[in-house]
Structures are given as structure tokens and as C-alpha cells.
């Protein structure tokens, strides 16, 4: 089975430029959760999906969105990129929102850069 | 609300000898807690979780991890290290009911040869 994978893998923006990610989720998922990854903050919950309903946000500004489609892949937007938002963003899937009890699986990350 | 503690930046040890990194963690609740281990450039990979039953959790890679409630302590043990585990570890602690699940810093491993 096919595990969770992101696009692009690789991404460079300049200030006040918006950005798409994806993730596909592996096969039979239906949720899935985005985290940012920084040198300064370390791991940081954004949100998390499921059946095309956000279920939980962190605290992040308004800049950062999300949505799902009806087959469980995702996105995450970010508008007006700051230099601050360079970071590896990764995505994790899982059955159903289950909480701790349902293991998350974790995709190998988009590396944004922005300048 | 949760957090956790992972005291120790980096870690060296010696290939063969003995390993624990250390986490701790906050929350009121009763606690899931979780070990990922993340190689450069790659995403994390579960190694082993708590829920609830025997203190002592057996985990992928030869790894185990001990949850103590009296010193709200979910440290990683492995007897043996081996240079493919050098790699980041991150100590977690989620919630019940949803997936926001909160890290520690980590700790980073150098295995020597």
C-alpha cells in the first residue's frame, strides 16, 4: 500500500506570494492532519480534515487554509507569505479522527522557501 | 493543555552501547503518548505508543519506552544502538478525540562509530 505522499516536494516563494500544497492520503484514510515544522518552533499542529469538514485548528493566523475533497486528498494554502513561513510542512493520515487511538502516518514533508 | 518536555538536544553514544532519551510530558488528562523517529529529509515514523495497560511499551527497531505517571515521564529505551539509528526522536502527547497532537523539541542522536 502506498504511503502518504506530498506535493511538491520542493518549494520556493518570495514575500507576499500564496502557495498550494498537497497530500495524498494512503488508501482507505479519511483523515488527514497538517503540521509545520520549524528550527525555531519545532512541530506545530495546523489542522485537521475529515469528510471535507475541518475538524480542529491550531493557533495560526488566518493566512493559513486548508480543505479536503471528497476523496480524502487535501491542501493547505498559505496567502501572503511571510520569510517566517519557510518551514517543511508535513501531512499525516489515519483512519478517522480518532484521536491518539488511531496511529498517524506521515508524509516526507514540503520544503517551502521563502525569500 | 498538553505539552512535552524533551530535556536532552543532542545525544552521542557509542554504536553497541545502551540508549534512553528522556521525555516528559504535561497534561490533566489521561496521556497517549508517542515516539517518531525522523531521518534527514524524511517525514516521522512511528516507533511506538502508550495508550493505557503494562508501563512497558514495545516498539518497532528494537526500541521500548516506560510510562511512569508518578514522574509523568514516557522515556525511549534501546539496549543496543546501531548507526542506522542515528535520526531525530520526537516525544508526543495527543488527545483522545482528535488528532492535534502536541511534540517535543527532540532529540537529536549521533551515533558514534
Not at chain 1, 491550531?58 to 494554502?77: A, K, L, W
Not at chain 1, 487511538?101 to 516526507?108: K, L, M, V
Not at chain 2, 489521561?30 to 495497560?53: A, E, R
Not at chain 2, 534501546?78 to 517535543?104: I, L, Q, T
Request: glycine residues 10%; proline residues 5%.
Amino acid at each position: 500500500k502506498a504511503g502518504v505522499t506530498q506535493t511538491p516536494r520542493y518549494l520556493i516563494k518570495t514575500r507576499g506570494q500564496q502557495v498550494t500544497l498537497s497530500c495524498s492520503p494512503i488508501s482507505g484514510h479519511r483523515s488527514v492532519s497538517w503540521y509545520q515544522q520549524t528550527p525555531g518552533q519545532g512541530l506545530q499542529f495546523l489542522f485537521e480534515y475529515f469528510s471535507e469538514t475541518q475538524r480542529n485548528k491550531g493557533n495560526f493566523p488566518g493566512r493559513f487554509s486548508g480543505r479536503q475533497f471528497s476523496n480524502s486528498r487535501s491542501e493547505m494554502n498559505v496567502s501572503t507569505l511571510e520569510l517566517g513561513d519557510s518551514a517543511l510542512y508535513l501531512c499525516a493520515s489515519s483512519l478517522s479522527p480518532g484521536g491518539a487511538q488511531e496511529t498517524q502516518y506521515f508524509g516526507p514533508g514540503t520544503r517551502l522557501l521563502v525569500l | 493543555a498538553q505539552s512535552v518536555t524533551q530535556p536532552d538536544i543532542h545525544i552521542t553514544v557509542s554504536e553497541g552501547a545502551s540508549l534512553e532519551l528522556r521525555c516528559n510530558y504535561s497534561y490533566g488528562a489521561t496521556p497517549y503518548l508517542f515516539w517518531y523517529v525522523q531521518s534527514p529529509g524524511q517525514g516521522l515514523q512511528l516507533l511506538l505508543k502508550y495508550f493505557s495497560g503494562d508501563t512497558l511499551v514495545q516498539g518497532i527497531k528494537g526500541f521500548e519506552a516506560e510510562f511512569k505517571r508518578s514522574q509523568s515521564s514516557f522515556n525511549l529505551r534501546k539496549p543496543s544502538v546501531h548507526w542506522s539509528d542515528a535520526a531525530e526522536y520526537f516525544c508526543a502527547v495527543g488527545k483522545y478525540n482528535n488528532n492535534d497532537m502536541r511534540f517535543g523539541a527532540g532529540t537529536r542522536l549521533t551515533v558514534k562509530p
